[in-house]
């Protein structure tokens, strides 16, 4: 008999992102893996991430007509086929030694943006020039040698900055601890070029020192204003941060854990999602990041009111279990799965998500 045609695809190397995961855990040295996986102390933070989807359902909506549904959407002017960003991680040609430049050209061939990190491998000039259209919002940290940083960022064409306010200190990482971690620190130190910057052993000597000068709110507003380039605040978790945030000029605002590797025990980024939102009121746009690991996960977080999400981990993952190729097939499987959920509940477009399309679900 002939075989019917599949159901499934049967031609792809990675069907799900567990697979993908799983793939990128072998790959990795037991203590590079350690560094991409874990959070900070006893890891409360990076558990609660999850469990909170855990406690969320989406209500089906029977016969809505829904086909086809579309995930495009805009943030701060740039477009998005899909609401999902990169995440900016340091330290990336750990996982694989293309690092950031895989994963912009992975965000550039699937319509979405990359945040391109400080600390990462290649310079913010290098990941733009490879990807101009993907590359296209910068992170930095609010240290001493912001303005020239800024400046820099400026200059490569990047659309917007994304200052992470959540890391004056580094968290307190335990698995790094144990494994006595000492990777080579010219995989974070891609940017830490030219006049102006510190060296290797000094950025990083900050960051675990507890002495160094901690920026506030209005240190922050005077920098961003002396760049001019629109700003994203990376990091907030409270309703408090969040007006500070706004108050301080912010364009954007990212409720984020920093995936649970800065304080610990916080609460999950996700049960701080619709207070933040709440404050915000539509002023801005709200990202999340923190725990996201499905289709599902986005869908959730943008009924609860993000205007996209951010992914870290899962990037990594891509990155590590197969280059550029390995985040490509992340995004992909993404989209499928919100599309499928989109059909299911009835949401024509992103622009449609309403907190009534989720139920708070004792399991
Ligand atoms: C290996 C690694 C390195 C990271 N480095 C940075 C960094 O240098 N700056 C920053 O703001 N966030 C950094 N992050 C946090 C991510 O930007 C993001 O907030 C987090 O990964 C989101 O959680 P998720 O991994 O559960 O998606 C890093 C995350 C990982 C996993």
């Not at 855990?54 to 740039?78: Q, Y």
Request: hydrophobic content about 50%.
């Amino acid at each position: 008999m002939e075989p019917l045609a599949a159901m499934y695809p049967q031609d792809v190397e990675f069907a799900v992102i567990s697979e993908i995961r799983d793939a990128a855990l072998q790959a990795l040295a037991p203590d590079v893996a350690d560094f991409l996986e874990g959070g900070a102390g006893e890891e409360v933070t990076l558990r609660a991430n999850r469990t909170a989807f855990g406690r969320w359902g989406v209500r089906p909506r029977p016969m809505s007509g829904v086909s086809a549904p579309s995930t495009a959407t805009t943030l701060l002017g740039l477009p998005l086929e899909l609401p999902v960003l990169t995440a900016p991680f340091g330290g990336d040609a750990l996982f694989h030694e293309q690092g950031h430049l895989a994963v912009a050209r992975a965000a550039a061939a699937s319509g979405a943006v990359a945040i391109v990190p400080e600390a990462g491998t290649f310079s913010y000039e290098r990941v733009a020039e490879t990807a101009p259209d993907a590359a296209r919002i910068a992170q930095i940290h609010p240290f001493d040698h912001f303005d020239v940083v800024a400046e820099r960022i400026r200059d490569a064409g990047y659309a917007a900055l994304c200052v992470t306010v959540d890391c004056p200190t580094a968290g307190f990482r335990v698995r790094n601890r144990v494994n006595r971690f000492a990777p080579d620190l010219t995989y974070f130190a891609g940017n830490l070029v030219g006049e102006g910057t510190p060296d290797v052993a000094e950025m990083f000597g900050r960051l675990v020192s507890h002495d160094s000068p901690a920026w506030d709110w209005d240190w922050l507003a005077a920098a961003t204003g002396r760049c001019g380039l629109p700003w994203i605040a990376k990091g907030v978790l409270t309703a408090e941060a969040a007006g500070h945030a706004l108050a301080a000029g912010a364009s954007a605002l990212v409720v984020s854990n920093h995936g649970g590797r800065q304080t610990d025990p916080a609460p999950a980024a996700l049960d701080a999602l619709p207070e933040v939102v709440a404050e915000v009121g539509g002023r801005v746009p709200v990202l999340f990041d923190s725990g996201v690991r499905s289709g599902a996960d986005v869908f959730v977080a943008l009924a609860l009111g993000a205007d996209a999400v951010v992914i870290g981990r899962l990037a990594a993952y891509g990155l590590a279990a197969g280059g550029e190729t390995g985040v490509r097939r992340v995004f992909e499987l993404l989209a499928e799965e919100l599309r499928t959920l989109m059909i299911l509940a009835g949401v024509p477009d992103v622009a449609s998500f309403t907190p009534d399309l989720v139920a708070r679900c004792d399991r």
